[in-house]
């Protein structure tokens, strides 16, 4: 790609009058904000990931430039490239992945077999890489967090570089570099020793290992775990439950757990260099390769999907139905496909016969859809004119037709339509050949297919018509083409989840798509079964272009869905700040309640969004409203030890005193949640250390009945009573004994 000074791959520094003006805040951490911004020369989406140097160590954005530049230039189909610095911005420019992290995929989608396949070997492939530069380059942040997705779900390898390890690093500092990152899960336990090793590749293998079983689950390892317990469990061998793999599977997810059990050996000398296990990734990705031959055991050999998205199906892909070829002894015209599977079809139209045309092969295939699935038109032609039915199906309801479009071999959808193929036939699940066309953007299989008469409108058993699908997966061409045969009341036809196509397209950010759809006539107002607007769903999204030309199109920004949620709320929920600017400044209300009692500064503060609750307070949201139980933001963010909202919210003036329905303080509940810095914001904020809580049990009881020592320090310190008795006469001092929290008993002797 070219850079602006006409320089191929330069790394340049960018200024900010390089990009368009309109910047899209995409993601934050603790660390900083991802920005998607479009560079005005190259017409290019990019995202700007800037640094705040408040936070980050001094050294750590010149170390980060440095190891851009370095980084720069590793070039690989899974790694992400970085084109430049923005030292105005203190960021680094790099490709933008529209399907963002691998994370929120898997917390928010269903992935079928081949597809957590291919991405677990993309990431081996791009790691394999890594550690075959000279030296090896060490990723030593490698989550799923890192791991980016581009238009067709690949992936991309990102942060690599960011935590070094430098000659003589004591083991407590580099720890404290990782788990600042959120990294607790991933490390390896030699990391937890006193040995002075630095890490080696054998790091990023564990942490590879942990990868695979998130795909593979789509679970979190460890949920429920403080951090001293994961180190515990992991320094004693322990690993995620291999029983979170979801069943059915097929056979081939026995070999790959093998694989992640091997990378995630005690003994780091134990662990397969990714040399050996790309190798091994490749093989099984290759057996459930999409499209292409597969093996599949008989319980789960549709492998597509079921509608598992949250907000809508997965792209739905039905494999071809190519099996492997049968041995001699089991079918005779096994010679006739092997002719097939070589490519020799010129030996295979000479030596096909009738009597081959209407051989039964298993789960129904025919011998047409053998000729089908290998692309060659002139063998199709000669199967068909020897008798062969051209409308067959298999056990699955596959006919010809359909695979002919899943494989996308224009010439033989041509000349199965014009034999006589039955456009709307569906397969088991009523889904046509215009569907699978629709669902994979082929604009050209749609027009032949709506040429020679497919229902534009034809339903599958859960109510989604192409157009449903098109406008989820982007492809605005073939809605185009689809509206064009369609009424005008179709715009606003809803599947069974009363889902319209604005709810697909808003949901996943299609702009253009929207955009013609409301024209079109689309109501912004149409609610799902669930009462979600569009708007909801792009605001729960962080659809930030969607949620603005909703509001210009006259949507209800106040709209609550049937748990009584607004988009303000699903906004907060999520910690989408800029989207809360954008409903608050068209109307939206900062305190409406969901059913619970809950406003949106609640679902911020729960999360732990803490610009986001500092974005609703400046606009008026009140920041001691009351929800379910009586409780404030101020309770839920020290329930969830968020201290950094803790710290926003008494700032905003949340009152540190405010009792729930049962007595409770926040700060009892900090003790109880063991939040040490909670704590300390709220004493500094002249929290009542000695309150009594329904069972009369202070601050001190909880914090002995959970062992927390510096909490206690703390308490006493402030002027915590230690003779207060609770409801069953007990001191703090008699809960530390009962709760044989010897260290606590010591200091309240």
Partial sequence: MDCLDGSPGDFRNFKKDDFEADWIKVAESRFGQVYQVKLKMWRLQCALK??????????FYRRTIEEASNVARVKFKYILPIYGLCSEATAVVMEYMSNGSLNNLLSSHTLMWPKKFQMIHETSMGMNFLHSMKPPILHLNLKTSNILLDDHLHVKISDFGLIHWKEGMSKKLFMENLTARGNISYIPPETFTQSADPPGTEFDVYSFGIVIWEILTQQKPYTGWSMTTVLLQVSDGKRPSLELVPEPRPPECDQMIRIMALCWKQDPRSRPHFSDTVRRTEALSEVLKIPGPITVSNSDSRLKSDYPWLLSPINKIALPVLADLPSDDQHAESKILSLLTKKDFGSFRQSVSREHIHAQFSEDKSLLHYTVASGDAESVEHVLNLGAEVNCTTVRGYTPLIVAVLQRFHDIISLLLDHGATADLGDEDQWTALHFAAQSGDDRAVRLLLDKGAAADAREKAGWMPLHLACQNGHETVVRLLLSRL?????????????TPLHLASAYGHLSIAKLLLYQGADPNASDCS?????HLAAAEGQNRLVRQLLKSGVNPDGADSRGFTPLHLAAQRGH?????QLLSNGASTDAMTLQG???IHLAALRGHEATVVQLESQGANVNARGENEWTPLHLACHQSKPEVVAKLLAARADPNVEDSEGWMPLHIACTSMSFQS?????????????LNSGKASPLHLAAQHGSAPIIKALLLNGADQTLQDASGSTALDVAKRSEKWDVVKLLT
């Avoid at 009462?531 to 708007?535: G, I, K, N």
């Fill in 598 to 600: 809950w406003t949106p």
């Fill in 679 to 691: 704590v300390l914001y709220l004493i500094s904020h002249h929290a009542d250390v000695n309150a």
């Fill in 50 to 59: 800037s640094f705040d140097t408040t936070l980050c160590a001094d050294n």
């Fill in 577 to 581: 700040t800029g989207i809360c600017r």
């Fill in 487 to 499: 009424s005008e009341e179709a715009v606003g036809e809803r599947e069974a989840h009363g889902r």
């Fill in 531 to 535: 009462l979600s607007t569009a708007l």
